[in-house]
C-alpha cells in the first residue's frame, strides 16, 4: 500500500467511523448471518425474532482483515455450519465477492484470494485454516438481498 492510499485510509477512519458490530443469538443454531454493509439490515435482523434462529449476525467491510476475522471466529465455533451472505456488497472492495471466492477457490502461495476482484485480497490464513473453513461451512449467496421478509423465509425454512 503506498502512503497516499494510508493517509487516505486514516482519514477515512476518522470522517466515517464504523463501530464493530456483532451480534449474538441463539448458540445452539448452525447458521451465522453476514449482511455485508448493509447496516440498516443489521439492525431490522438483531431487533427481529430471528435472532432466536441465528447463531450470530454481523457485518464484513474488507477483503481482507475482515474475513480472516470472519474465517477465524467461524472455525473456532465448530456449530456454525452455514453463513447466509447477504445485503449490499461494499462498493469497491466487495468483500462479499471476496469470500464466495476464498470458499470456492482458496488461496494461492502469497495468501491471495483465487479468483478474486478485490483491490487487496490478501490473507494472513494458512492453507489449514482455508481448508477448514471451506469444510466446515455451506455460503448462501444472496448478495444484494435486503428485504427481511425474504431471508426470514430461508431461514425458518432451515435454508434449503
Avoid: W
Amino acid at each position: 500500500m503506498n502512503l497516499i492510499e494510508e493517509i487516505a485510509g486514516e482519514l477515512c477512519k476518522i470522517l466515517f467511523p464504523i463501530e464493530d458490530k456483532i451480534y449474538f443469538g441463539n448458540s445452539k443454531s448452525d447458521i451465522a448471518i453476514c449482511t455485508l454493509s448493509s447496516m440498516e439490515l443489521l439492525y431490522k435482523i438483531t431487533n427481529s425474532s430471528l435472532m432466536s434462529k441465528i447463531n450470530i449476525a454481523g457485518r464484513l467491510l474488507s477483503e481482507n482483515t475482515g474475513i480472516e476475522t470472519l474465517v477465524r471466529y467461524v472455525t473456532s465455533n465448530k456449530k456454525i455450519r452455514v453463513i447466509l451472505l447477504c445485503g449490499k456488497d461494499t462498493i469497491g472492495h466487495r468483500p462479499g465477492h471476496s469470500l464466495l471466492c476464498l470458499y470456492q477457490n482458496g488461496i494461492d502461495s502469497d495468501g491471495r484470494i483465487i479468483g478474486s476482484q478485490s483491490p487487496d485480497p490478501v490473507l494472513s490464513l494458512t492453507d489449514q485454516e482455508v481448508i477448514k473453513f471451506q469444510n466446515q461451512i455451506r455460503i448462501i449467496d444472496r448478495i444484494g438481498e435486503i428485504n427481511i421478509s425474504h431471508l426470514e423465509s430461508e431461514i425458518i425454512n432451515k435454508i434449503q
